[in-house]
Structures are given as structure tokens and as C-alpha cells.
T-cell receptor
């Protein structure tokens, strides 16, 4: 079965500092990968999704970028963090070839920008 | 654009039945999913409807009406552990989530 690894679980970063969050998956090949952000008590906002290596679709104009250098690796980055970048960041995967497939989530990274 | 609307909060007592509604506006629709999220945790999949009608999975059931762009999650025999947030999500090229409904179950 597939598993998703996200780290760290919590992160406190100063405004203006860079960010790199990594998500790696196991147990599946060529997954669709997603980055979501969740503000406290709110819904999940889709930030980026990827259907393959080097293929990134951005959903919301923002201070963030994503990359997929390998099939099972998805990275979320920022050059300079803003206070508004604080939130709960979740990586998710879905198996390819089936929009009816369920999404599996990593345990998330709670980012606080101070 | 795409949007999904849910009630923000629902309360109920143990043993009761609760229905959480979801209305959506989207393109590229394949089906409607439901996810549960406990405080501080990651969402977990509950159910999926691709066709109109009711899907039953134990105490949880989910309904879809494509013509009405509407679905709901029905939770029966509520337990304290069901206190969580529940999200509907549109399955398409992407996976877009609703605003979420916080369910509080009281003894």
C-alpha cells in the first residue's frame, strides 16, 4: 500500500527566510501529487498539483513554488516567507488513471511564520 | 471557477443521525468524495459517489444528485469519536475541497 512521508511536523520560520518542504511517496508509481494549505479552522486550499515529473500546475498566485524532480518526490518552496504563508501544509497522492480514486494524505507540516 | 459549499458547523448527540450537505459548482466533474479530519490530523477518505444515488458504508452513507449539483453525507448512530471536520471534494482533473463542516457530538 502507498505511504506518504512529510517532514518536519512543525516548523517556525522568520519572515523573509526561505522554505523547502519535501514530500516523498512509496508503494505506488506515477502518482498524481498535490500540495494543499489549510488555515486554522478552514478548508483545504489546493496550491499545486502534478501528474508527472517536471509537470506542475499552479492553482493560486502566491509566494510559493513547487517542483517534482523525481516521480515520488514533490517539493514546496519559497524564497522569502510572508506572515500569510503560515498554515498547515498537506501533501497528497492519488493513483493515476482514475479520477475516482481516493486521495491519501501525509501527516502535514504546521508552519508558523514569525 | 469551482466552489463547494457546506454548513460550517453541526451539533448532535450520541446515537443521533446527522446529514451534512454539499452543493458544488465546477467543471470537469467525475464524482463527489467525502473526507474526515480530526483536529491536528490529516484528512482520511470516507466515501465516493460517481453516479446518482446512495452509497452505504457501515454507519456512513453518501448521496449524490448530479442534476442538482448536490450531495450529502449521512452519519448514523453517532459516536463521540465522530466529532471531527467533514469535507466534500470534487473529483476531476484536480481534487477540490469544500469549506468543511465541523461536527460536534455531545453525550
Amino acid at each position: 500500500s502507498q505511504t506518504i512521508h512529510q517532514w518536519p511536523a512543525t516548523l517556525v520560520q522568520p519572515v523573509g527566510s526561505p522554505l523547502s518542504l519535501e514530500c516523498t511517496v512509496e508503494g505506488t508509481s506515477n502518482p498524481n501529487l498535490y500540495w494543499y494549505r489549510q488555515a486554522a479552522g478552514r478548508g483545504l486550499q489546493l496550491l499545486f498539483y502534478s501528474v508527472g515529473i517536471g509537470q506542475i500546475s499552479s492553482e493560486v498566485p502566491q509566494n510559493l513554488s513547487a517542483s517534482r524532480p523525481q516521480d515520488r518526490q514533490f517539493i514546496l518552496s519559497s524564497k522569502k516567507l510572508l506572515l500569510s504563508d503560515s498554515g498547515f501544509y498537506l501533501c497528497a497522492l492519488r493513483r493515476p488513471r482514475g479520477e475516482n480514486t481516493e486521495a491519501f494524505f501525509g501527516q502535514g507540516t504546521r508552519l508558523t511564520v514569525v | 471557477g469551482q466552489s463547494l459549499e457546506q454548513p460550517s458547523e453541526v451539533t448532535a448527540v450520541e446515537g443521533a443521525i446527522v446529514q451534512i450537505n454539499c452543493t458544488y459548482q465546477t467543471s470537469g466533474f467525475y464524482g463527489l468524495s467525502w473526507y474526515q479530519q480530526h483536529d491536528g490530523g490529516a484528512p482520511t477518505f470516507l466515501s465516493y459517489n460517481a453516479l446518482d444515488g446512495l452509497e452505504e458504508t457501515g454507519r456512513f452513507s453518501s448521496f449524490l444528485s448530479r442534476s442538482d449539483s448536490y450531495g450529502y453525507l449521512l452519519l448514523q448512530e453517532l459516536q463521540m469519536k465522530d466529532s471531527a471536520s467533514y469535507f466534500c471534494a470534487v473529483n476531476g482533473d484536480k481534487l477540490i475541497f469544500g469549506t468543511g463542516t465541523r461536527l460536534q457530538v455531545f453525550p
